[in-house]
């Protein structure tokens, strides 16, 4: 296991039964969108490990256009 890396069976066996991810963010300065880079692999390694998964998004959107680029 690298460094940073989440051992999910290890949160299952711990008695977790739900986690949370991030799946993106906007940058603050640009409002650019940007998926989380360990999202794919997170994901897939909570399910496969039993665990129940929600998603979040993290908004920094500082006007109404970057908001509506956000719910799209």
């Known amino acids: ?6 051992d999910w069976a290890k949160v299952k066996s711990s008695g977790v039964r739900f986690v949370l ?3 993106g963010y906007s940058n603050y300065e640009t409002g650019e969108i940007y998926l989380d880079p360990t999202f794919g692999t997170n994901i897939q ?28």
Not at 1 to 6: A, D, L, R, S, Y
């Open 21 to 23: 991810l991030r799946v």
């Open 45 to 72: 390694a909570a399910l496969d490990a039993g665990l129940d998964v929600g998603v979040y998004y993290f908004s920094q959107a500082v006007t109404e256009e970057e908001a509506g680029l956000e719910a799209t």
């Open 1 to 6: 296991q690298k460094k940073g890396e989440v």
